[in-house]
């Protein structure tokens, strides 16, 4: 992840995945502060959701002028398609964790493949997504029952919506429009995991 102030001009960047020595770091094209652009050029600087197909992302890249050569847009067809079902899978899943109603069917299993979609796809910018809807799972899977007899009465449900939450806050989520909140909610369920709304909703 990475965050450009405009204010400072400070550049800060935050790895959500360990780094070999080496290794080459790429960033994705994407306009983050389109308060300060003047609206009539903001049309130009699109954000590439790197949830979209690839057809979608090379369109939106042509504003940048150039064609993308990494290995994920120069994937073969086939290992394309694969890659884009498991990213609308993504979607569904996080769709269906993000349903609060009694007939959903999210579960922390489903968080936890989740958290496997995004590792298998790389997309390490935006799983502090996916950890947050770990953390509310979890959250909601736990109990007070589950900690009984456990180190501090906690019990590992909990633990992992914490261990969730933290990792959330620490990395950051690119739901637009929508980080500081969440990064806030995040922080209090970490915090106090009891207290949240998310607690027990679906244990
Ligand atoms: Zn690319």
């Given at each position: 992840m990475y965050h450009h102030d405009p204010e400072t001009l400070v550049h800060s960047t935050i790895a959500a995945t360990n780094i070999a020595e080496g290794e080459e770091i790429t960033i994705t094209c994407?306009?983050?502060?389109?308060?300060?652009?003047?609206p009539t050029l903001?049309?130009?600087?699109t954000d590439i959701d790197l949830l979209e197909p690839r057809e979608k992302r090379l369109e939106l890249l042509q504003v940048w002028g150039f064609s993308c050569t990494c290995p994920q847009c120069k994937l073969s067809n086939h290992a394309n398609l694969a890659s884009e079902a498991r990213v609308a899978k993504i979607g569904r899943y996080q769709n269906m964790l993000a349903d609060w109603s009694?007939?959903?069917?999210?579960?922390p299993e489903m968080a936890e493949e989740l958290m496997k979609l995004y590792e298998k796809e790389k997309l390490w910018s935006a799983i502090g997504t996916g950890h947050m809807y770990a953390a509310l799972a979890w959250n909601a899977a736990?109990?007070?029952?589950?900690?009984?007899?456990?180190e501090g009465g906690v019990g590992e449900k909990e633990k992992r919506a914490v261990w969730h939450a933290r990792r959330s806050v620490e990395i950051g989520t690119l739901a637009s429009g929508a980080v500081e909140n969440n990064r806030k909610e995040m922080s209090q369920l970490a915090e106090k995991p009891r207290e949240h709304w998310s607690w027990g909703l679906r244990a």
């Open positions: 994407e306009y983050s502060y389109p308060h300060i652009i003047p903001l049309t130009y600087f009694s007939s959903s069917g999210g579960t736990a109990s007070v029952a589950d900690g009984y007899g456990k």
